[in-house]
T-cell receptor, first 114, second 112 residues
Framework: GNSVTQMEGPVTLSEEAFLTINCTYTATGYPSLFWYVQYPGEGLQLLLKATKADDKGSNKGFEATYRKETTSFHLEKGSVQVSDSAVYFCASQRGKAAGNKLTFGGGTRVLVKP | DAMVIQNPRYQVTQFGKPVTLSCSQTLNHNVMYWYQQKSSQAPKLLFHYYDKDFNNEADTPDNFQSRRPNTSFCFLDIRSPGLGDAAMYLC???????????FGPGTRLTVT
């Protein structure tokens, strides 16, 4: 089956610290991979994506690289801000044969303190 | 800006009283999705429309229905809300099934 596992939170950091959120997936073939961010009381926003092995998605200082050999898509940011406090969801999307559905990880809450 | 809009942002309904949540999009996307998200959990897909074709997830309760009268609008109807249906309801759209999904801000439903 298709599943996504991400590290449990909450992750508490000080401002300007380095952030890593681990995400691994299980799927046959080559799913597309996404990171979504959800700010308090809001819907999900697409943060970045990668559609094939070795692709690097980046946005707003966040990066994630599609690693086929380790089936991972870890999210990183070099210097977090208080405004990065949110819940982050890793997701995979398989192809047409699997219904193209998004499979989400459980979410990781990040709290950045000043 | 092209976007996904959900109304209302907050909805309170009584136990057993039908309620309708609304989603509209200016992206002209073919696919519209409804997700249920309970506190601290990942979103759970309820159903989606590809154009006018409705696709229900196998484990979506019959209490949840949907309508898509045109490309721009999609509605979620909860026929008899229970306390367990209190959640955030997220609408999303995509151009096709294999492309990324864009989410609206959500409607938080409270059942009293």
């Amino acid at each position: 089956g298709n599943s996504v596992t991400q590290m449990e939170g909450p992750v508490t950091l000080s401002e300007e610290a380095f952030l890593t959120i681990n995400c691994t997936y299980t799927a046959t073939g080559y799913p597309s991979l996404f990171w979504y961010v959800q700010y308090p009381g809001e819907g999900l926003q697409l943060l970045l994506k990668a559609t094939k092995a070795d692709d690097k998605g980046s946005n707003k200082g966040f990066e994630a690289t599609y690693r086929k050999e380790t089936t991972s898509f870890h999210l990183e940011k070099g210097s977090v801000q208080v405004s990065d406090s949110a819940v982050y969801f890793c997701a995979s999307q398989r192809g047409k044969a699997a219904g193209n559905k998004l499979t989400f990880g459980g979410g990781t809450r990040v709290l950045v303190k000043p | 800006d092209a976007m996904v809009i959900q109304n209302p942002r907050y909805q309170v309904t009584q136990f057993g009283k039908p309620v309708t949540l609304s989603c509209s999009q200016t992206l002209n996307h073919n696919v519209m999705y409804w997700y249920q998200q309970k506190s601290s959990q990942a979103p759970k897909l309820l159903f989606h429309y590809y154009d006018k074709d409705f696709n229900n997830e196998a484990d979506t309760p019959d209490n949840f229905q949907s309508r898509r009268p045109n490309t721009s609008f999609c509605f979620l109807d909860i026929r008899s809300p229970g306390l367990g249906d209190a959640a955030m309801y997220l609408c999303a759209t995509s151009t096709h099934m294999e492309t990324e999904q864009y989410f609206g801000p959500g409607t938080r439903l409270t059942v009293t």
